[in-house]
């Protein structure tokens, strides 16, 4: 009888459905001395703190009292399916967004300047060259949100 698979390879490519396309957890992520770091050249990354059209989003500017807003951020985030945080501080939060049907993740991170109240934004996937637009999506998702719960401008 014919087989299309044999056993062991049905296994590794159930594995590599279920895990395969998560990637690796970035090692430089986060902070860096002059604030969230850059996005690669490919088009699967935006940032707030970008010069270039391809890679450049505006900034969140909250609203109201940041001991009040920032924590409303946090649990926004919450609340949206398949994303999860990762790291959360009183300036930082790092996300795991997971897409539904590929279980992609890609790292969504905010990094809040008490000083200014303006915060930045980062979102990268984690695999692949392009996203077709879907960081931006999730970050204008987010941003529309936020503002329509008036948490930020």
């Not at 002059?34 to 990354?45: A, E």
């Not at 990762?86 to 993740?105: G, L, M, P, Q, W």
Request: charged content about 25%.
């Amino acid at each position: 009888m014919y087989r299309f698979f044999e056993p062991g390879l049905k296994l590794a490519l159930i594995l590599f459905m279920v895990n395969g396309c998560s990637g690796k957890r970035p090692e430089a992520i986060g902070i860096g001395p002059s604030g969230l770091r850059g996005c690669p050249k490919s088009p699967n990354c935006i940032s707030s703190e970008a010069k270039d059209p391809q890679h450049a989003i505006d900034p969140f500017r909250l609203k109201g009292d940041p001991n009040v807003s920032w924590p409303l951020i946090r649990d926004e985030i919450v609340s949206m399916p398949g994303w999860v945080i990762v790291t959360a501080t009183d300036n930082y939060i790092h996300v795991e967004c997971k897409s539904r049907i590929f279980r992609f993740i890609d790292d969504l991170e905010l990094y809040f300047n008490s000083s200014n109240g303006i915060i930045s934004i980062r979102s990268a996937s984690r695999i692949g060259y392009s996203d077709f637009g879907a960081n931006r999506r999730r970050v204008e998702l987010l941003r529309n949100e936020l503002r329509t719960k008036q948490v930020i401008e």
